[in-house]
């Protein structure tokens, strides 16, 4: 296995963890999609593949967005 194979794998393993996260309405799926989503950009922009890594900086704005607005309805400021 080669070193990017592996970071690919520990990504995917990140992504899956806030996947199964946020299905258990936990908060800190959103710290793991963010994680991942920066690991993504990163070996997308490494790889000559800069469509994906735009997807992925729009999925880590949602990330923070998603993660403010859990904020705002545990404190009740909708």
């Known amino acids: 296995m ?3 194979q592996a970071v690919t794998w520990v990504l995917f393993a ?3 963890a806030g996947v199964v996260l946020n ?3 936990r908060k800190e799926c959103f710290i793991f999609w963010g994680v ?9 922009w490494s790889q000559n593949l800069p469509a994906q890594a735009a997807m992925f900086v729009v999925y880590l ?4 967005w998603g ?3 859990w904020q705002r309805e ?3 400021a909708r």
């Open 2 to 4: 080669t070193e990017l």
């Open 14 to 16: 990140l992504s899956f």
């Open 23 to 25: 299905i258990k309405k």
């Open 36 to 44: 991942a989503n920066i690991g993504w950009i990163a070996v997308d």
């Open 61 to 64: 704005a949602t990330c923070f």
């Open 67 to 69: 993660w403010r607005e």
């Open 74 to 76: 545990e404190k009740g």
